[in-house]
């Protein structure tokens, strides 16, 4: 059984923590300086083969230099610091460790990427249809937009021949027609929806997934837990994806 250490033990954390020996997984740490009856800080002695982040955006980077420098391997949910992944690619090869980071750990979520990727292919052959998205989450949610959406908006971008750009912002003009709009919206308990729309004057297009319970981001993170455990180097979950599906 592998053994596994949580940084951040929030909803997400909670969550792992209740499903991980279903998944073949045994918790050995749990570290989050907010919550009582946690370790207080990351320790190379009590880090399991593997750990998990789900911590927050501002302290994330500098839990991977840790947990990267004591040679474990992790698996990353937090999003907000993606800007670095040059020097996290860097520190996994520097330290012979795996590390793997995701937006969004739902394995639906990730087929639904390719779903979109594939509309957008098809609905770009005929150019009156716009195309746009809108996501929702709860209200506790640290970062807009989420990962997620820009995921989305990257995987329209790729195969549109018109959009070039995307826009999270709130727009107090006419939106030009390189540019996506990719809107959000924060309100209530909402665990993530995204939608994504396919839009002329006759008829609309809308593909959306739905999250019913984080516990589908908790059962991608202990399956990709198992998965970089016995590799090295720097990997996305859309990596792991590709070569789960082949």
Partial sequence: MLEISLIGYGKMGHMIASLAEAQGCRVRSIIDPSQAGCEREIRPEILADV??????????LNNIRQVAAAGKHMVV??????????EVKDLAER???GILWGANFSIGMNLFTRVIQYAT??????PMYD???????HNQKADSPSGTAIQLADAIL??????DEAVYDKLDRRILKNELHFASLRGGAVPGT?????DCETDSLELSHRVRSRACFATGALQAAQWISLR?????????????LC
């Fill in 51 to 60: 750990c998990i982040d789900f911590s927050l955006p501002d302290t994330a």
């Fill in 77 to 86: 949910g937090t999003t907000g610091w993606h800007k670095h992944l040059d």
């Fill in 95 to 97: 330290h012979g460790t």
């Fill in 121 to 126: 292919s098809i609905c770009d052959k005929f």
């Fill in 131 to 137: 195309v746009c998205g809108w996501e929702m989450h």
């Fill in 158 to 163: 790729r195969e549109s021949s018109v959009k």
């Fill in 194 to 198: 995204h939608s994504v729309i396919f």
């Fill in 232 to 244: 090295k180097g720097l990997y996305s979950f859309n990596q792991m994806m590709e070569d789960l």
